[in-house]
């Protein structure tokens, strides 16, 4: 109990989850000894010993497919990918494997398994260290994608995840690991891997993010509200897959106004799907034309143009006035 | 000159094999050798998957079966490392091991359902830990380790066997699972079916080792090579692996060196990119009739043991084909319903409009 960071309530979840389940276990890179670039395993390995804190090979194909072996067995790996950058060589692992497992042999085998990186930019970090890439993950079906936003939630999914039977990719937004702290209780309590989260209610538009983001969406909100008088419904969506579409739609059914804000590039971004939902099945209740607030659909630049890159509260603000103008 | 130069490590591949390729001993056999029956189980093993092979690959020429890949000449890696298994040992098959899924009592009519196009050929009930077959070439051998580690994490005495081909030992898969195996001495072997052919890249195209065991070295284990046409050396070989594994001395890379005696699939046609005299003249070292030769030198074989294998197999093989084609494929939802272990409510609307449309 106290008050955490969100890298803080990551590391206070998987504690709970070792010293839960024997079944649980941790591999991957710098984990051990280290603790974690970010110190999100930091005092595991003392505590839970190298076989269930286990530092690997430099191998992100191994890490995952290694994963799936454990999870067949009935282990509960939870497996660290250093930076989302270097997660691409387990995607085959995750995409012909972790995610097909269950159905290919019609419930024989399955893949209890999540895999964790830390995602987003931010941090003035180097090249391929902050790119969003999760809808890569939210477009392969047998998967779950999970993505915290503060520290309460990231200890309450991350349980939820391990806690799965199903295979869960576990994106922590690394700018907000240590932005701010707050009360966290040690209670082993998860929260649901199927439910948005509305962070304040309001009635005159609704702005859907999740991750970093949800820092700027938040600031326009408080900006709104103060200067325009608009109160704005933030909802954090927290699963991008399975997507709680139902939260969303009656928020907008309510508002008749949605702002998208993501980091990642906007074409084929997961603000697509949600837009597309809305337009399945919330047109008619719809005042002004869904808008999304994404960074271009360029690479991520390096650290001197990155804050022309990430979307910004002035950004959602101006996003949200222009679609107040419609009647 | 620089300052030193010396001779910091040095190896060996060795290569065992036991019978020529006219079933004559090569030397002492291995004391399992002694026991004919078990020698006959081996053979009847090897015959059953040639049977089921021609069966498969006359079904789909005639429309009954999709896309199937025959082991046709390679029969013995697949009977030799299985039959070194012990039951609680979990094997991760390549697609082109029906002949040790069969040895581990999987089914001909499983193999069939699969390649015939459902997914419940691999849901077997006889080794309910073994994996599917793998498909995407390679991705497998991470799985056998991560199935090694949990044995090794449980203090189990049990071994992974994990299969592939001379191709699969390019991925970086392969070289990652044998680095993982190493450091974490972990109780599994690899056999790869080095058939000389990735559908049409020969094996001086695929990699210019001198073999393939030898990669086992750069990551620490043992690597040895052996004659993958003489199932007794297979399975000696691989019997020595396992007992290894199991009494935590470590992984082992087993080469097993073979030939591709048909085409890749029922896809591809091997007359465009190879001679047909290579292809003759591997008949004359394929492993069954090599094994039949011993036994009949041995005294421990004739005619009407002959005759009645052939007579089993054949029936075997013809029931599971009828059992297959009677089988009443699954209702168009089954592609929901092991997605999840519980359908997310997303999902539910989907699966409705599917049923819909199926009924429809």
């Known amino acids: 109990m106290g008050e955490l960071t969100m890298v803080e309530a990551v590391a206070m979840a998987l504690a709970r989850a070792l010293d839960e389940d024997p079944d649980v276990v941790l591999l991957g890179e710098d984990i051990g000894r280290d603790g974690g670039v970010f110190r999100a395993t930091a005092g595991l390995l003392d505590r839970f010993g190298a076989d269930r804190v286990r530092d690997t090979p430099l191998a992100e ?111 922590e937004p690394k700018r907000i690991y240590r932005a701010v702290r707050e009360e966290v209780a040690d209670d082993g309590a998860a929260l649901p891997l199927d439910r948005c989260a509305v962070l304040c209610r309001g009635s005159d538009v609704t702005l859907v993010s999740w991750g970093a983001m949800l820092t700027e969406t938040l600031d326009a909100a408080d900006a709104l509200s103060a200067e325009d008088g608009i109160e704005a419904e933030v909802i954090d969506v927290c699963t991008l897959k399975p997507l709680d579409a139902a939260t969303i739609r009656a928020s907008v059914e309510r508002t008749g106004r949605c702002v998208i804000v993501h980091e990642a590039a906007r074409t084929g971004g997961f603000g697509a799907e949600i837009a597309a939902r809305l337009a399945e099945t919330a047109l008619v209740s719809l005042l002004a034309p869904v808008v999304r607030v994404t960074a271009p659909d360029t690479v991520v630049p390096l650290l001197k143009l990155e804050r022309h890159y990430m979307p910004a509260a002035a950004d959602i603000v101006a996003a949200v006035r222009r679609t107040m103008e419609y009647a | 000159m620089p300052g030193t130069v010396e001779t910091v490590a040095s190896f060996s591949i060795r290569r065992t094999a036991c019978l020529d390729a006219d079933g004559r001993p090569l030397g002492p056999l291995p004391e399992f050798a002694a026991d004919t029956d078990f020698l006959a189980r081996l053979y009847r093993g090897m015959v059953l998957t040639r049977i089921f092979d021609e069966k498969a690959v006359a079904l789909q020429r005639t429309g009954r079966l999709g896309t199937f890949a025959s082991s046709l000449g390679q029969e013995a890696v697949a009977v030799g490392a299985a039959s070194a298994m012990r039951p609680e040992d979990v094997l991760l098959p390549s697609f082109r091991d029906q002949g040790a899924q069969f040895w581990r009592g999987g089914t001909p009519e499983e193999c069939l359902l699969y390649w015939g196009g459902s997914e419940r050929g691999s849901r077997s009930a006889a080794a309910p830990e073994d994996f599917p077959i793998c498909i995407p070439v390679g991705t497998q051998f991470p799985h056998a380790v991560g199935v090694a580690t949990a044995f090794a994490l449980r203090r189990q005495p049990r071994v992974a066997l994990v299969m592939g081909g001379d191709g699969a030992t390019s991925r970086g898969d392969f070289a990652e699972a044998l680095v993982f195996a190493g450091v974490w001495t972990l109780p599994v072997v690899f056999v790869i079916a080095n058939n000389q052919w990735a559908i049409s890249v020969p094996r001086s195209q695929q990699c210019a080792a001198q073999t393939l065991a030898q990669k086992a070295i750069a990551a620490g284990i043992e690597g040895a090579q052996v004659d993958g046409n003489d199932v007794i050396a297979v399975h000696h070989a691989c019997d020595r692996a396992l007992d290894r594994a199991r009494r935590g001395g470590g992984a082992t890379l087993i080469e097993a060196v073979t030939y591709r005696i048909t085409d890749h699939t029922t896809a591809d046609d091997a007359r465009r990119y190879r001679d047909d005299a290579e292809v003759s003249a591997s008949w004359k070292r394929e492993p069954v009739a090599r094994l039949r030769n011993y036994l009949v030198a041995q005294g421990a074989w004739a005619k009407p043991d002959e005759e009645r294998v052939l007579a089993e197999c054949r029936a075997t093989v013809e029931a599971a084909a009828e059992a297959y084609l009677a089988a009443e494929p699954e209702p168009a939802t089954a592609m929901f319903d092991d997605l999840y272990a519980a359908l997310p409510e997303d999902l539910q609307a989907q699966r409705a409009a599917v049923r819909e449309r199926a009924d429809g």
Request: proline share 9%; charged share 15%.
């Open chain 1, 61 to 171: 194909s191994a890490i995952a497919g290694v994963s799936v072996g454990m999870a067949a067995q009935g282990l509960r790996p939870v497996c660290e990918i250093q930076f989302m950058g270097f997660v691409y060589p387990a995607l085959d692992q995750m995409l012909s494997h972790a995610a097909r497992l269950r159905n290919r042999t019609r419930g024989r085998l399955s893949c209890p398994m999540v895999l964790r990186a830390p995602y987003g930019g931010g941090i003035h970090a180097p090249e391929h260290h902050s790119e969003s890439t999760e809808a890569l993950f939210a477009h392969i079906p047998g998967l779950r994608v999970v993505i915290p936003s503060s520290p309460v939630r990231a200890y309450g999914l991350l349980l939820a995840a391990i806690r799965d039977p199903d295979p869960v990719v576990f994106l």
